[in-house]
């Protein structure tokens, strides 16, 4: 069982920063831990449904972020820790959600986990909020 742990969430000003972390401990089933899988954060606006945010391949290869907050956001892991990272910088009030981290234990070394269909270990979240 992996257990991901966020950190990092609060109340900033329009324009401002935030660095979200992401923990991760334990095994998948095949001996995996967070280092070895597909890292993703998704978010829930107030009112709204769970959307994703950013991801990174389980070799750091690949990432992605979605069209809103492209340039602004950086997901990175720091190579074998068991720890991931978002970025935000440039923050807007429309980026006030609960942020969650998400891992996929999926099988190809530079897949991206995109969608919550292929999310195997979900965080407890951590608030963010862009005051204005």
């Known amino acids: 069982q992996v257990l991901l742990v966020e950190s990092g969430g609060g109340v900033v000003e329009v324009g401002g920063s935030l660095r979200l972390s992401c923990a991760g401990s334990?095994?998948?089933?095949?001996?995996?831990?967070?280092?070895?899988?597909?890292v993703s954060w998704f978010r829930q606006p107030p009112g709204k449904e769970r959307e994703f945010v950013a991801a990174?391949?389980?070799?750091?290869?690949?990432?992605r972020v979605a069209e809103s907050v492209k340039g602004r956001f950086v997901i990175s892991r720091i190579k074998g820790e068991n720890m991931v990272y978002l970025q935000m910088n440039s923050l807007k009030a429309e980026d006030t959600a609960v942020y969650y981290c998400?891992?996929?234990?999926?099988?190809?070394?530079?897949?991206?986990?995109?969608?919550?269909?292929?999310?195997?270990?979900w965080g407890k979240g951590t608030q963010v909020t862009v005051s204005s």
């Open positions: 998400a891992a996929g234990d999926v099988n190809w070394d530079s897949v991206v986990v995109v969608t919550t269909a292929y999310v195997d270990y």
């Open positions: 990174i391949s389980r070799n750091d290869d690949s990432t």
């Open positions: 334990g095994r998948t089933s095949s001996g995996r831990t967070l280092s070895n899988l597909a």
